[in-house]
């Protein structure tokens, strides 16, 4: 029988990272896997919010948020990327988006509103899949005024300080900023056309930061660290 799906299960995260005007986060241990994630919400022009990846919030947390805007919109990177997409929607009440190539599992696990080319247009954010990828994982691009910041899923991984158990060093996810190697196996199905991205993004005007699910945020040197990532694709 299929597996039911997770409620609205708080775990522990730690605080609100306000990391700027329209960007927050809030970091966790994945639920089973001993790896931490990251979820950012961006605060839209309209005064919307969206989530990138989902993690439920203890009471006083969720409060802060939603006085500071009314929770609408979820993106979830891929299928294996949402393991509390749907206690969120049903706590919050937010519609789910996705990538186009994740589009049939996406809507076999979850109610999903659409892609995320049908995402509503906001000159604060878009999200764009990263080519060369098999999933089609999104990259989140959020201006706030002339500053960019880049949100990463899986693509993009910078454990260094983090504490990893050994199988998990084993696979090479520790250490960064890198593309982990069991992404390029598994997740990458043509390394020159990611690697060409990379370097689009890397090239953007006013890139300051880059945000992934897990890891350290990169806050100086953004572009140059793209660089050197998208050369090991």
């Given at each position: 029988?299929?597996?039911?799906?997770?409620?609205?299960?708080?775990?522990?995260?730690?605080?609100?990272?306000?990391?700027?005007?329209?960007?927050?986060?809030?970091?966790?241990?994945v639920p089973g896997v001993?790896?931490?994630?990251?979820?950012?919400?961006?605060?839209?022009?309209?005064?919307?919010?969206?989530?990138?990846?989902?993690?439920?919030?203890?009471?006083?947390?969720?409060?802060?948020?939603?006085?500071?805007?009314?929770?609408?919109?979820?993106?979830?990177?891929?299928?294996?990327?949402?393991?509390?997409?749907?206690?969120?929607?049903?706590?919050?009440?937010?519609?789910?988006?996705?990538?186009?190539?994740?589009?049939?599992?996406?809507?076999?696990?979850?109610?999903?509103?659409?892609?995320?080319?049908?995402?509503?247009?906001?000159?604060?954010?878009?999200?764009?899949?990263?080519?060369?990828?098999?999933?089609?994982?999104?990259?989140?691009?959020?201006?706030?005024?002339?500053?960019?910041?880049?949100?990463?899923?899986?693509?993009?991984?910078?454990?260094?300080?983090?504490?990893?158990?050994?199988?998990?060093?084993?696979l090479g996810f520790g250490g960064g900023p890198k593309?982990?190697?069991?992404?390029?196996?598994?997740?990458?199905?043509?390394?020159?056309?990611?690697?060409?991205?990379?370097?689009?993004?890397?090239?953007?005007?006013?890139?300051?930061?880059?945000?992934?699910?897990?890891?350290?945020?990169?806050?100086?040197?953004?572009?140059?660290?793209?660089?050197?990532?998208?050369?090991?694709?």
């Amino acid at each position: 029988m299929p597996k039911p799906p997770r409620p609205w299960t708080v775990t522990p995260h730690d605080p609100i990272e306000k990391i700027d005007d329209n960007l927050w986060a809030v970091e966790s241990p994945v639920p089973g896997v001993p790896i931490r994630r990251r979820m950012c919400i961006i605060k839209r022009s309209d005064g919307q919010l969206l989530f990138h990846n989902a993690v439920p919030l203890d009471d006083q947390t969720l409060a802060e948020v939603t006085a500071w805007g009314k929770p609408a919109f979820l993106v979830i990177p891929h299928d294996q990327h949402g393991i509390d997409a749907h206690g969120f929607q049903q706590k919050l009440g937010v519609k789910i988006y996705g990538p186009k190539k994740s589009e049939a599992k996406l809507r076999a696990r979850w109610e999903v509103a659409g892609t995320i080319e049908e995402l509503p247009p906001d000159p604060a954010v878009m999200f764009e899949s990263l080519d060369g990828t098999k999933t089609g994982e999104p990259v989140g691009i959020v201006r706030s005024g002339d500053r960019v910041s880049l949100l990463f899923a899986d693509a993009y991984q910078d454990n260094t300080g983090y504490k990893l158990p050994l199988p998990l060093r084993m696979l090479g996810f520790g250490g960064g900023p890198k593309i982990v190697p069991i992404f390029k196996w598994l997740f990458t199905q043509d390394k020159a056309a990611l690697k060409a991205h990379f370097d689009r993004l890397a090239a953007l005007p006013g890139l300051e930061r880059i945000v992934p699910c897990h890891g350290a945020i990169k806050r100086s040197d953004a572009a140059a660290t793209l660089k050197q990532v998208a050369s090991s694709a």
